[in-house]
């Protein structure tokens, strides 16, 4: 999904537009200027289009009070994340010096910056302000009211064009560099794995835990295609981060990598076993739609009498039996053992997200499965399933149609999932079944 940010100085409506675009209230609204001071990400959408919008405290350039540099810092981070940048200002007070340093600061980004005057309630002098907004030589100025809700799908259709013009063109996907997000615990061996991957010290490499503090970037060539491999931060359970520290950034930007790859490869420490934190980062990438290989690494430092492979998969399939169609490996980054591995699993799983499946063979599957074992009556009534056709792949989705879809539950859903991959191998990836009532496009 698409990362829109909302920024600005403090108290122009940033909290207010946000709540109103995803429709609840997240961000504290205060008339008092510096109420929001971390980012808040929230999913949001605009015909049929969702997208990842984030509100940020007030950008204030007065470095003498501590909660402005910290601000800065957040807003920072999700500019370098966001895809476009909504501008928020205030048509009552007209531009201002610090509106000038943020048009200043927004325009070095080269992202699509959509410039929005907020509080024009009053029409009839709403041309004359918008006119005085040219100055900061952002593009057109775009007039809303948060608290009268006037102007936002201009807005939005302003956001989306630039979003459009960035999506793949007819034929791109195929040339498209896939990203591979390496995460995991701090010193589970991300760094070493890549460094091995690359055939060179690229990224830094410590026994001293959190060495890697950003996302690092580095390009890999496979059996004549290119990937992108990110390096992130080790990611500790919430409670073990401090706010407002580095660590924390680094955290969020990791998470941002792994909503922004094409496959995520969790590195796991065969010492330490399979961790909660480990299962939660697995679930959020199953949350997120990617496909997912994990990496246990350290396996030379196992004494195979006692701890074999078979035992650890055991291990492996009571914690993950939320996702059993996870794709697991076993390697040592110090050694080299199976370090090749990796990316044949990647390639193997990168093509069970892109399987694509005829409607034909799909509705012959869903029948028999439901022929098998019928969906159970809800409130007197039992759901039939009319067709079923595939809509998307990474991860592959499926629409399901049905007389009435308020009656099949989960539990139906997740029979029609496990039977459909014993059919078809979906090893890796997660897929989704979108329920549609009988005449729902």
Not at 218 to 223: C, D, K, V
Not at 328 to 351: H, N, P, W
Not at 401 to 414: A, M, W
Not at 428 to 433: A, C, E, K, L, Q
Request: glycine fraction near 6%.
């Amino acid at each position: 999904m698409k990362l829109i940010a909302i920024v600005g100085r403090p108290n122009v409506g940033k909290s207010l537009l946000f709540n109103t675009l995803v429709g609840k209230r997240v961000s504290i609204v205060d008339d008092e200027a510096g109420v929001t001071r971390d980012r808040i990400i929230e999913t949001a959408e605009w015909r049929n289009v969702k997208f990842n919008l984030v509100d940020t405290g007030g950008i204030d350039f007065d470095d003498k009070n501590a909660f402005n540099v910290h601000i800065r810092e957040q807003v920072d981070i999700a500019i370098d994340l966001a895809d476009a940048i909504i501008f928020l200002v205030d048509g009552k007070a007209g531009v201002t010096a610090n509106d000038h340093e943020i048009a200043t600061l927004l325009r070095k980004t080269k992202k699509p910056v959509i410039l929005a005057v907020n509080k024009l309630d009053n029409n009839e002098k709403r041309d004359n302000v918008l006119y005085d907004f040219y100055k900061l030589k952002i593009g057109t100025p775009i007039g809303i009211s948060c608290t009268q809700k006037l102007g936002l799908g201009d807005l939005l259709d302003a956001v989306f064009n630039p979003l459009t013009g960035m999506e793949p063109k007819d034929g791109e996907d195929e040339q498209r560099t896939p990203r591979i997000a390496i995460v995991g615990k701090p010193n589970a061996g991300k760094s070493s794995i890549i460094n091995k991957l690359l055939g060179e010290k690229r990224v830094m490499v410590s026994e001293i835990a959190g060495t890697t503090r950003d996302t690092v970037d580095s390009t890999l060539r496979f059996e004549g295609r290119d990937y992108i491999l990110t390096d992130t931060a080790g990611i500790r359970r919430k409670r073990s981060i401090e706010v407002q520290t580095i660590e924390h950034y680094s955290v969020i930007r990791a998470l941002a990598s792994i909503r922004n790859s094409d496959i995520v490869v969790l590195v796991v420490d065969a010492s330490e076993g399979l961790t909660e934190q480990d299962v939660r980062l697995l679930g959020y990438a199953d949350e997120q739609g990617k496909p997912s290989v994990l990496c246990i690494n350290k396996w030379d430092l196992i004494e195979k009498d006692t701890h074999t492979m078979n035992a650890f998969k055991k291990k492996l399939n009571i914690d993950l039996a939320f996702m059993m169609y996870y794709k697991s490996i076993f390697i040592s980054a110090l050694t080299g053992q199976r370090i090749g591995e990796i990316m044949k699993a990647v390639e193997f799983v990168l093509e069970r997200a892109q399987t694509r499946i005829s409607t034909g063979q799909l509705n012959t599957l869903i029948s028999g499965f439901v022929a098998t074992t019928p969906p159970p009556m809800h409130a007197g009534k039992r759901p039939k399933f009319l067709y079923s056709t595939q809509v998307g792949v990474e991860p592959p989705t499926f629409a399901l149609f049905i007389n009435d879809k308020t009656l099949v539950k989960s539990s139906y859903l997740r029979y029609l999932e496990n039977n459909l991959r014993k059919s078809i191998d979906l090893t890796g990836t997660p897929i989704r079944f979108l329920l549609r009532d009988r005449d729902e496009k």
